[in-house]
């Protein structure tokens, strides 16, 4: 049995969640239930960033205390557990005392690379990262697009430059794998540019008093992004009394693969190597690296009132049908876009008119000649359904191609009906052959879709068992 240690990113908490966070928190799904399936034991791992400048600063402009600003909307993130179906092990908030104590104990261990200096530098919040003038377009934050701030204050530094030609080999020789190749290569230019030292505090005083104390300094607060990205060990019991599990899955493990967005890259593949190598800690072994989700072409902004809501999505839709969009419609590591037209095209073709009339109109055939099914399947269907098996073996991290290919099967039952018109059959052993071979192929559909669209998964299971049609997806 594998062990496999799988993770979303943890989002900051000023805001409620938007589709973007839906997405990375769907593809993490489908890669931990992909390896259940497999028979793994695995661990999966989401949460919430709490300890930014960023949430100070919306909870202030909201008027409201931090702690039940950033406390609501922790739920808002925790409760798309239920709504998209998603199979998290557990959900670390920064916040909490077992975050505080990994936190701490990593910044110790990683001590003979920290000091301190006074400091000048152009500070992004919506990054909360410092930027170079190199770095900004027109003076502006590449992400964010605004003006950095600048900061001068006595800060403690990480020694970044020491780990620059260790992290490159291991990126370079695919010891931690970056995935996409475009994002390896954005990563090795960075690291090509030349490494600088990083400023890894900030004053409690700037801070407002929010975050972790650095160990043994009260006057300064841990950078954000050194504690939150601690939180994937503090999780597994790093810094705790009983580190087991993050022996079992962190220490001990090759396989921990690391879901994030393309704007934390350079966060996970170089800063938090950095850290891990200094700490002498074992490495992650897969940075999945997904795209952004536009709206009709436009990013999602509260100003433009185009951001989506998963939760209104999910309500008018369903969870499956949302799941389904995407993993189909955006690509798997690269940028997509929403519309609801692109949504209910999508729905109404593959969904309604797809897998769902595909099962409703067999099972209304099967009841209403009163065919038994349980011949052999023919073998040009065995074949079909173990190549398309086999193509979803090759390629499964492509979730859009993968259920491509799964909708191949759909569309070549689709076509066997049509050419066979069971309807018009009267010999009772052509149509027992006919059903078998479609009711084969739904039950191994049944079986694909397990990762993707679980409770669709589990109601054609469940149809095919009780012969009751009832619509997967109701026509829109």
Not at 33 to 44: E, K, N, P, T, W
Not at 60 to 71: K, P, S, T, W
Not at 332 to 350: C, I, V
Not at 451 to 467: G, N, R, Y
Request: charged share 30%.
């Amino acid at each position: 049995m594998k062990k496999v240690f799988v993770s979303t990113s943890i989002p900051y908490v000023n805001a409620s969640p938007h589709l973007g966070h839906a997405l990375e928190l769907v593809q993490a799904d489908v890669i931990a239930r992909h390896h259940r399936l497999l028979g793994d034991r695995v661990f999966f791992l989401s949460g919430t960033d709490e300890n930014s400048l960023k949430n100070v600063r919306s909870a202030e402009n909201a008027g409201e205390n931090v702690a039940d600003f950033v406390y609501k909307n922790y739920l808002n993130f925790y409760n798309l557990k239920e709504v998209l179906n998603i199979s998290f092990d557990d959900f670390i908030r920064t916040t909490e005392k077992r975050h505080f104590d990994g936190a701490q104990k990593l910044w110790m261990a990683c001590k003979k690379d920290i000091y301190k200096k006074k400091y000048s530098g152009l500070y992004c919040v919506g990054c909360e990262e410092y930027y170079k003038e190199d770095d900004l377009i027109d003076g502006l934050c590449p992400e964010h697009k605004v003006a950095p701030e600048l900061i001068e204050e006595e800060n403690y530094f990480f020694k970044l430059s020491n780990y620059q030609e260790k992290i490159k080999e291991l990126i370079e020789k695919d010891e931690v794998k970056i995935i996409p190749q475009s994002r390896k290569n954005e990563i090795l230019s960075f690291i090509n540019s030349g490494l600088q030292d990083f400023c890894i505090s900030r004053t409690s005083e700037r801070a407002k008093g929010w975050g972790i104390d650095v160990p043994g300094d009260e006057t300064q607060k841990m950078w954000v992004w050194f504690d939150a990205l601690s939180n994937y060990i503090n999780a597994l019991g790093y810094g705790s009394n009983n580190e087991s599990k993050f022996l079992e899955f962190w220490q001990n493990n090759d396989l921990k693969i690391h879901i994030i967005g393309k704007g934390i890259n350079r966060f996970h593949s170089v800063y938090w190597l950095a850290m891990l190598l200094s700490a002498g800690i074992s490495l992650p072994k897969t940075l999945f690296v997904h795209g952004y989700i536009t709206v009709d072409g436009q990013k999602m902004s509260k100003s433009l009132g185009n951001v989506i809501n998963p939760y209104n999505l999910v309500e008018k839709y369903g969870c499956d049908a949302v799941r389904y969009f995407l993993l189909r419609e955006i690509p798997a590591l690269g940028d997509g876009d929403f519309t609801f037209e692109k949504f209910e095209k999508r729905y109404n073709s593959d969904l309604a008119g797809g897998i769902g009339n595909l099962l409703s109109r067999t099972l209304v055939m099967i009841n209403k000649k009163n065919v038994i099914f349980n011949r052999n399947p023919e073998a040009i269907f065995v074949d079909k359904n173990q190549e398309v098996n086999k193509k979803i073996k090759d390629n499964f991290i492509q979730f859009n191609d993968t259920l491509s290919e799964i909708w191949e099967l759909v569309s070549f039952c689709d076509k066997y009906i049509e050419e066979k018109k069971p309807w018009a059959i009267k010999d009772k052993d052509e149509n027992e052959i006919v059903f078998s071979n479609i009711i084969y192929s739904l039950k191994n559909i049944s079986q694909m879709l397990k990762p993707f669209l679980p409770d669709t998964a589990e109601k054609i299971e469940e149809q095919i068992k009780t012969l009751r049609p009832e619509p997967l997806f109701p026509r829109i």
